[in-house]
């Protein structure tokens, strides 16, 4: 019988990940190939979902953004990065 992702669990998931990848993945970010001026980059990406990291109902859409800015630039000092830039996406 084959696993699921829920089987595997996040810790599970990026043990099978790190085998396909040179480079540092943790479980907040990862390390992208290449430096610039003697600095790596980190990317890190995490999704919130409404009606389940907030409500649309209750939330406004600043503290929405602000939310999802947050939990990304914790992703990044979690890794000892220095953020540069984000990046969002809206569904």
Not at 34 to 63: K, Y
Request: include cysteine.
């Amino acid at each position: 019988m084959s696993q699921t992702v829920k089987d595997l669990g996040e810790q599970g998931l990026l043990k099978i990940f790190r085998q396909y990848c040179s480079e540092v993945v943790g479980d907040d970010a990862a390390t992208m190939g290449g430096t610039l001026a003697d600095h790596q980059m980190v990317v890190t990406t995490d999704m919130l979902i409404d009606g389940v990291h907030f409500s649309d109902r209750t939330t406004s859409p600043e503290d929405v953004g602000w939310r999802a800015a947050a939990v990304n630039l914790s992703d990044l000092a979690a890794m000892g990065a220095k953020p540069w830039g984000l990046v969002m996406s809206v569904d």
